[in-house]
């Protein structure tokens, strides 16, 4: 099966007076259909830039500066940005923002923001069936089209937004840290949700958290990434079972585990991105850190199955 998304090589700069922050370094990711790749990482090692890349959104002072990616065997970084904007972003792949809880705007109703997101794409059917259809989708009450944004819960909004993305039908959702801000029990919701529209409406879901514990829960696949690049990768559950990369077994061992009365946090900083230490971008924080890992970077390369490891140690 050929993968829906694939992504080879994408370079996204920053370019600050600091230096050129490299936020996404040469990272090549797979989304097959119907699957769920989760890309866990601290914050700052790049996943959300890799989401905006991925839709177009990069402003100054970033710039994609090299990669590809192909959408059903298409580089649609080569579209125009018009025909982008026209055939791919919203229809194709559409994305839910971190921080999306406060992204409706306070004083239209739920209904006219949704109505105004198939007006702006020419959605050619009837905007109040369409409303009602999405809003039933995601669990909600049709009557919501007509409450303010006030007026729902961090839950209650949090699938509201989920089906305003899936206003014009998209093959991919990108979800940045969509259950962020929710309690535990609303986080559970919106993942069986989102399960859910992955089956029935055949969705792929690219769903990028630093919640590794969330990721058990949904994903089928994933990426971990550090300092803005993929460090390993791989089946989940095995990733899970049995973590290579030492960042990956550090971020396993700070999941928060009920039968551990304290958090182990992984020790130091996130390198500069501007100033990454020279060799392998963990060096500074790993505990197994040896000459090689400071003169010479390692490649992420296949250590066994489907997995994927940047280390010397393999
Ligand atoms: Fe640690 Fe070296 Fe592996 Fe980097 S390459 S993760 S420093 S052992």
Same mark, same amino acid.
């Given at each position: 099966?050929?993968?829906?998304?694939?992504?080879?090589?994408?370079?996204?700069?920053?370019?600050?007076?600091?230096?050129?922050?490299?936020?996404?370094?040469?990272?090549?990711?797979?989304?097959?259909?119907?699957?769920?790749?989760?890309?866990?990482?601290?914050?700052?090692?790049?996943?959300?830039?890799?989401?905006?890349?991925?839709?177009? =959104?990069?402003?100054?002072?970033?710039?994609?500066?090299?990669?590809?990616?192909?959408?059903?065997?298409?580089?649609?970084?080569?579209?125009?940005?018009?025909?982008?904007?026209?055939?791919?972003?919203?229809?194709?792949?559409?994305?839910?923002?971190?921080?999306?809880?406060?992204?409706?705007?306070?004083?239209?109703?739920?209904?006219?923001?949704?109505?105004?997101?198939?007006?702006?794409?020419?959605?050619?059917?009837?905007?109040?069936?369409?409303?009602?259809?999405?809003?039933?989708?995601?669990? =909600?009450?049709?009557?919501?089209?007509?409450?303010?944004?006030?007026?729902?819960?961090?839950?209650?909004?949090?699938?509201?937004?989920?089906?305003?993305?899936?206003?014009?039908?998209?093959?991919?959702?990108?979800?940045?840290?969509?259950?962020?801000?929710?309690?535990?029990?609303?986080?559970?919701?919106?993942?069986? =949700?989102?399960?859910?529209?992955?089956?029935?409406?055949?969705?792929?879901?690219?769903?990028?958290?630093?919640?590794?514990?969330?990721?058990? +829960?949904?994903?089928?696949? =994933?990426?971990?990434?550090?300092?803005?690049?993929?460090?390993?990768?791989?089946?989940?559950?095995?990733?899970?079972?049995?973590?290579?990369?030492?960042?990956?077994?550090?971020?396993?061992?700070?999941?928060?585990?009920?039968?551990?009365?304290?958090?182990?946090?992984?020790?130091?900083?996130?390198?500069?991105?501007?100033?990454?230490?020279?060799?392998?971008?963990?060096?500074?924080?790993?505990?197994?850190?040896?000459?090689?890992?400071?003169?010479? +970077?390692?490649?992420?390369?296949?250590?066994?199955?489907?997995?994927?490891?940047?280390c010397w140690l393999y």
């Amino acid at each position: 099966m050929s993968p829906i998304l694939s992504i080879e090589n994408l370079s996204i700069h920053f370019y600050t007076p600091k230096g050129v922050r490299k936020a996404v370094d040469r990272v090549s990711l797979e989304l097959n259909k119907k699957e769920v790749v989760g890309v866990a990482g601290e914050s700052g090692s790049g996943k959300s830039t890799l989401a905006l890349g991925i839709m177009r =959104l990069i402003a100054p002072p970033g710039e994609i500066v090299d990669g590809k990616i192909f959408y059903h065997g298409d580089d649609i970084l080569r579209y125009s940005e018009s025909e982008f904007n026209s055939k791919i972003r919203w229809k194709k792949i559409a994305m839910i923002f971190q921080g999306s809880l406060n992204g409706f705007t306070p004083v239209f109703k739920i209904g006219e923001q949704i109505e105004e997101v198939l007006e702006v794409h020419e959605y050619k059917g009837d905007f109040k069936e369409r409303v009602k259809e999405l809003l039933k989708m995601v669990e =909600l009450d049709p009557s919501v089209a007509d409450r303010y944004p006030h007026e729902l819960s961090g839950g209650m909004k949090q699938r509201a937004f989920i089906a305003m993305a899936l206003a014009l039908n998209p093959e991919i959702l990108i979800c940045d840290e969509p259950t962020t801000a929710l309690d535990v029990i609303t986080q559970a919701k919106i993942i069986n =949700l989102l399960k859910t529209l992955k089956k029935d409406l055949g969705l792929s879901i690219i769903f990028i958290t630093h919640d590794m514990a969330l990721l058990s +829960e949904i994903s089928d696949k =994933l990426y971990i990434m550090y300092a803005g690049g993929i460090m390993e990768s791989g089946n989940s559950l095995d990733i899970y079972k049995n973590p290579k990369h030492p960042y990956t077994q550090l971020l396993m061992e700070a999941i928060a585990d009920i039968n551990k009365d304290y958090i182990k946090g992984i020790p130091g900083f996130m390198p500069d991105l501007a100033n990454l230490p020279s060799g392998c971008r963990f060096s500074d924080r790993c505990p197994y850190a040896m000459d090689i890992c400071r003169r010479k +970077e390692p490649e992420l390369k296949k250590i066994e199955g489907d997995r994927n490891v940047a280390c010397w140690l393999y």
